[in-house]
């Protein structure tokens, strides 16, 4: 039987798929998998085992779907469900497709309203439901993360003061209202004694700098010096991960790292907190503002708080943050 399963964007709603990728691959007898994806996403899932075969959107939609009819696919499994997506399956009408439920209205209700009628179950799960009629069910080992042996970090690119273990802080985000105000992550990595890498990419670059300054033989900055995946093996390798609501924070659940993760405008109970599997409550730690009458106001983010307090983030204790980390530390 041979799947289509497509998730165009972004990390970590990508790599929140591959539990479904994988038990496809393992439960459905002779199956074959393909993925499709955007070009600037192949990385993540160019070396997964359980793919045997990317496609890519790039330059021409057209050809794209052109490639995708000399494929004869069995099923679409639609994990993106847009109308890109919508597109393509009207494009390949003969295969039969099913699509993962993205609850908008929900969504709407929570960030509008207030209401939470959102289920309360992992966004990995409701992937799951999509796969279900085919006798595939959650095998419960986590989220998958390959790391090319090319993009293993050479200890040469890194301190000789960091490579007997560190803190990894991911300090970027996509969006500013899911990120720390800078002068909290400056107390935070001042506050911790314990050498840290700071992750980001290079519109980060700065902030790290910043950061740094604090402590510049404790703090190495590595925001954009390093690609995705040498950022992943990067928090492989560290001791304890300090995430925002962002794609490394799922690499980092992938790749069964504790972690301490800290939420903004956006709240865990949208489905994407941090997800190990059978594993969950053991590896990670939720920082949050609950009960605060503006939160969540986007299901994504913006570039500014819109009420202009940013209380969501101002609010938090850089004390938690701390204590947490080294709670973790100890254990």
Sequence with gaps: MKFLVIRFSSIGDIVLTTPVVRCLKKQVADAEVHFLTKQGFRGIVDTNPYIDKVHVLADSFELMLHELQTEEYDYIIDLHHNLRTLRIKRFLKKVKSVSFNKLNVEK???????????????????NMATVSSFGVTNDGE??????????????RDLPTSHLHGYIAVVIGAALATKKLPLHKLKEICSAIDHPLILLGGKEDYEDGKAIAAVDEVKIYNACGKFSLNESADLVRRSKLVISHDTGLMHIAAALQKPLVSVWGNTIPEFGMYPYYGKYSKQHFDVVEIKKLWCRPCSKIGYKKCPRGHFNCMEKIAVNDIINLVSHRLRK
Excluded at 143 to 154: N, Q, S
Aim: charged share 30%; glycine share 4%; proline share 6%.
């Design 108 to 126: 709407f209700i929570l960030t509008n309203l207030k209401i939470n009628m959102l289920p309360d179950k992992h966004i990995v799960d409701r």
């Design 142 to 155: 986590g989220l998958d993360y390959f790391i090319p042996d090319r993009d293993v970090v050479d200890n």
